[in-house]
T-cell receptor, first 113, second 112 residues
Framework: EAQVTQNPRYLITVTGKKLTVTCSQNMNHEYMSWYRQDPGLGLRQIYYSMNVEVTDKGDVPEGYKVSRKEKRNFPLILESPSPNQTSLYFC????????????FGQGTRLTVV | AQKVTQAQTEISVVEKEDVTLDCVYETRDTTYYLFWYKQPPSGELVFLIRRNSFDEQNEISGRYSWNFQKSTSSFNFTITASQVVDSAVYFC?????????FGAGTTVTVRA
């Protein structure tokens, strides 16, 4: 089954404790991206990757890092999480952005206290 | 910069009523793509439709229909004869190149 898998689904952490949210897709897609969803703001793009070792900033990259060492994985790293990063995070992948639709993971609800 | 505006924050209807969701976008590009996604209460994002900037044909899929008007930069979505299962947040999105911009979403509540 074609899918994008994020882990964990829920996470509560403390300010400053580094964390990684994993994202993996099994569709051999070149394009992957991360979004955060906040009430009244919709989804905002954090980072995206066009292919292995190629990443670029989205609209809200501050406080986040990503890496793309393998085609299937695109982890999101918060080196020093802060409460304003409490949000619902989605990973997505697509074969050709725009020309094909994006497939989204189930979401990760992160709370930073 | 590109921008997507969904002016309606919430819409509440009674079952079997029609509901239209507005989406207005801004972009300077001539080539772009528009999407609608549905987010039911369970939280996942479900793809509904994709349109490119060169295809202004309206589309109907079951009870769903879309009206794309480039002249007014709008890509509106209508649910005909709404059902309780249509209750969800609906997002309009615009992609240009590798950047995807979403609207703030419209919460649709269909009451039995």
């Amino acid at each position: 089954e074609a899918q994008v898998t994020q882990n964990p689904r829920y996470l509560i952490t403390v300010t400053g404790k580094k964390l990684t949210v994993t994202c993996s897709q099994n569709m051999n897609h070149e394009y992957m991206s991360w979004y955060r969803q906040d009430p009244g703001l919709g989804l905002r793009q954090i980072y995206y990757s066009m292919n292995v070792e190629v990443t670029d900033k989205g609209d809200v990259p501050e406080g986040y890092k990503v890496s793309r060492k393998e085609k299937r994985n695109f982890p999101l790293i918060l080196e020093s999480p802060s409460p304003n990063q409490t949000s619902l995070y989605f990973c997505a992948s697509s074969l050709m952005p725009g020309i094909t639709e994006a497939f989204f993971g189930q979401g990760t609800r992160l709370t930073v206290v | 910069a590109q921008k997507v505006t969904q002016a309606q924050t919430e819409i509440s209807v009674v079952e079997k009523e029609d509901v239209t969701l507005d989406c207005v976008y801004e972009t300077r590009d001539t080539t772009y793509y528009l999407f609608w996604y549905k987010q039911p209460p369970s939280g996942e994002l479900v793809f509904l439709i994709r349109r490119n900037s060169f295809d202004e044909q309206n589309e109907i899929s079951g009870r769903y229909s879309w009206n794309f008007q480039k002249s007014t930069s709008s890509f509106n979505f209508t649910i005909t004869a709404s059902q309780v299962v249509d209750s969800a947040v609906y997002f309009c999105a615009l992609i240009r190149g590798y950047k995807l911009s979403f609207g703030a979403g419209t919460t649709v509540t269909v009451r039995a």
